[in-house]
C-alpha cells in the first residue's frame, strides 16, 4: 500500500492514562467524548476532504478511541509501523496539550526525518513556544481554516520547497523560529468541504474501524456534523472560540458562514451515509433570521429524515420554533443558559434573562421538539456555592413547569481548563479568576495530576478549587434526587449515580490525603487506580441521558453501502 501523504492522529488527553490514576470528574460528562476526550475535531475531517479532492491520500488514526477499545493496543507500537510524508496532531482544545506532545516525540522518536505537524485553537494560541521548546514539533498551521494551507504545505514537503509562502504557518529555519503571516483567514466557508463518505473508504482502505471512529460511543450512538459558522459573535469569558480570541489569536474579525444552500446539502449528504442525529454547529440565527429561513427552508425541500439538533445562543421567539417544526421532520435543541442567575449569567457574557429560556424552551416544546437541553455550568464569574444550589432549585422548578414534556437539564464544571485565548484567561482579574497554569508546560503537568480537583487551571474570587469540586457533587446529587422524585429516571438508574457521585467524592478526599504528603508519588497512588477509573465516567449523570437517537452504527450500515455503490 503506498505511503500516505498525511496520517492525522488524535491523542487521548494523557498519552498514559491507562498506567495512571486518574479520577477525572464530570469533565467529560455532558460531551460524547469519554474523559480522555477520544473525539477528534470536525478539522480532521475538513483537512482530509479538502486534500483527498485534491489527489493527496490522507490516513486518520484515532489513537485516543483505539486506547480505549483494547488494553492490548500499544501506541508505540502503532506510530512505529505508520509512515507517511508528513504527521498531524490536533492540539484544539488544551486538555490534549499533554497526550499531544507525548504523541509529538513518540513520532519523532520513530520517523526522525518525517516532520511533525500540529494545529487547531490551542496550538495556534501557542504557536510560537511549541516551536520554540518543543523540537519533535516541525510546524504549526495556526487559525481556523487551515484546508488550503495544509495543501500548500504538503506540496512544500513533497517537493522540498521553501516554506515562506506557506500561509499561516510557523516554522523553523536554522534554529529560529519563523512566523508567515496568518493570511488565509477566508470570509466564508462555502470552500469547506466534509465528504462524508471518506470516513467509510478508509476504514475499508487500512481496514482499521476503531481508529477512524470520531469517538469511542460512535457506534452506539453515531452523530454527524454539519458547520454553519466559524467565529462567533458573542463573547462568553472562558471560550476561545468567542468574537474577542477570534480576533486575538485567529485573524478572523468577523464571523465567516457557510450558505444556506451548501449547509442544507452537507445535512443532506450526512444523511445518505449516517443514520443518526445531525448536529448543526453555530446557531444558525448568528447571521440574522433571513439566514435562518433560507437554511430552513432548503432541508424542507430535502426531506431530511435524519434528527437535527440545532443550537440557540440566545432566546428565540415562537415563530422562529413553529418555522423550524415546519421544515424538520425531528430536531432537538440545546441551549447553555449555564445558570439560573441572570446577573452570573451577564458576567459569564449572556445577557439574556430566564424567562427568555423558558419561553424558548416552551416553544419548541409545544412545536414538537424531540428534547430540548439545558446546560448550566460551576465555576462561573460571580458565581457561588449557594449560587450553584439555588440553580439546582431553579432547574426542580422547571421540571415542574414542564413536566412530561421531554426537557433536560444537565449541570457540570467548567473543567478542565479556562481556554487560553479566551478573555477570562487573558484578562482573569477583570473577570474575577485566578489563572494557575500559563504555559504549556504547566498545562501538561497539570493534566497528569490525579485528580480533577488538581487539573482545573483556575479558581474563581467566588469558589475555590475545593469548592467548584464540591459544589459540582452537591449539584450532580441534587439533580439526580429530583429526577428521580418526579420519576425522571428509574430508581436504579438514581440509585447508581448516587453511589457513583458519593465514591467520588470520598475517593477525590483519598487522593487529597496522598497529595498532602511531601514527596507523594504515582506509586502512592496504585491502590485507587480502578476506583479512579470506574468512578471517571458517567460522574454526576448517565452518559447515555445525553443520546440523541436509538440508532446505531449497525442502522448506518446499508446508507454507508449504498454510499460506496454510487462512489460518493
Ligand atoms: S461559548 Fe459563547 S462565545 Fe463560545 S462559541 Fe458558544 S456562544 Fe460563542
Known sequence: MAVPDLVLLHPPSVMDFRKRTLLMGPVSDLIPSTPVFDMYPIGFTTM????????WEVRIANVATRMLASSRFDPDRFVRSLDAAMFGIDLHWMPHVQGALELARMVKRHHPDRPVLMGGFSASYYHADLLRGHPEVDFVLRGDSVEVPLERLSEAVEKGKGLEEVPNLTWRLDGSVKVNPLSHVPDSLDEVLIDYGLMVRKVLRYRDLEGHLPYRNWKSNPMSIAVSVRGCTHNCVNCAGSCDSFGRNFGRSSPAYRSPRLLADDVARAEEHVKGA???????????????????????RRKVRNEI??????????????????????????MSPETHDEVVRKAQGKPYANVGVERSAEAFLDAGCGRFDLFFMIGLPGQTPGSVEGTVRYVERLYDRFRGKRLFPFISPLAPFLDPGGNAFEHPEKHGFKVLARTLEEHAQLSTMPSWKYVLNYETRWMTRDQIVDASYSAGLGMNDIKERMGLIPRDTAERTRSRIMAARELSGMIDAVVSKDGWNEADLAALRDSAKDLSESTVCEKEELDWTDNSFYASIPRMVGSLLRKR
Open 309 to 334: 439538533v440545532l443550537e440557540l445562543f440566545t432566546p428565540c421567539d415562537a415563530a422562529f420554533a413553529k418555522e423550524v417544526s415546519a421544515s424538520l421532520d425531528r430536531f432537538s435543541v440545546q
Open 48 to 55: 482530509a476532504s479538502h486534500l483527498e479532492s485534491r489527489g
Open 278 to 300: 445531525t448536529f448543526v454547529v453555530g446557531d444558525i440565527r448568528q447571521q440574522g433570521r433571513k439566514y435562518a429561513s433560507e437554511f430552513l427552508a432548503e432541508l424542507r
